[in-house]
């Protein structure tokens, strides 16, 4: 078995954060990593999950969703082929914090494969890393432009 995790401060509220994860038609306006997401983020529901890791090609998964704690815990179950080759337990948690939010990304890997895939959890290190810092920006312009209010005159 072998965890990655990246944790990063986010100056924004819970709910903020939540709301951005848990958004995946916008995904694709703002996340490095997980390009594109698609599904229904309750527990059981399958998800449709295309990562990008920095310097790696580009790969789509159907993960199960195992956990949802709104505002503080998404959860997800998945496998390369068959169970036990390559599975990864992914999890977002998020903490209140005076001022913010900790946002900690961590997957855990498990299978007869993992100790081959050293470069992969490398580049899958740096993809958390890169999609913490673009969700840590989109919190700080939080809301999107789009769904602002309008204010009148």
């Known amino acids: ?16 954060a939540w709301k951005i994860l848990t958004d995946f038609p916008a995904y694709t306006d703002w996340n ?3 390009t594109r997401a698609s599904g229904d983020p309750k527990v059981g529901h399958k998800l449709s999950i295309r990562i990008v890791p920095p310097g790696g090609r580009g790969m789509t ?6 956990a949802v704690e709104p505002e503080h815990l998404f959860e997800w179950f998945g496998t ?8 990864g337990r992914h999890a977002f948690v998020l903490k209140p914090t005076a001022g913010g ?8 890997f498990s299978g007869l494969l ?8 490398q580049r899958t290190k740096k993809g958390f890393e890169n999609m913490n810092n673009a969700l840590l920006s989109r919190a700080g312009s939080w809301p999107p432009a789009s769904t602002q209010p309008e204010t009148s005159e």
Do not use: A, N
């Open 1 to 16: 078995m072998r965890t990655i995790s990246v944790t990063t401060h986010i100056p924004s509220p819970p709910d903020v």
């Open 61 to 66: 998964f159907r993960p199960r969703v195992t």
């Open 101 to 108: 939010t900790t946002l900690t990304q961590t997957e855990t």
């Open 32 to 34: 490095p990593f997980i």
């Open 80 to 87: 390369l082929g068959i169970q036990g080759l390559f599975d």
């Open 114 to 121: 993992v100790p081959l895939m050293t470069g992969v959890l």
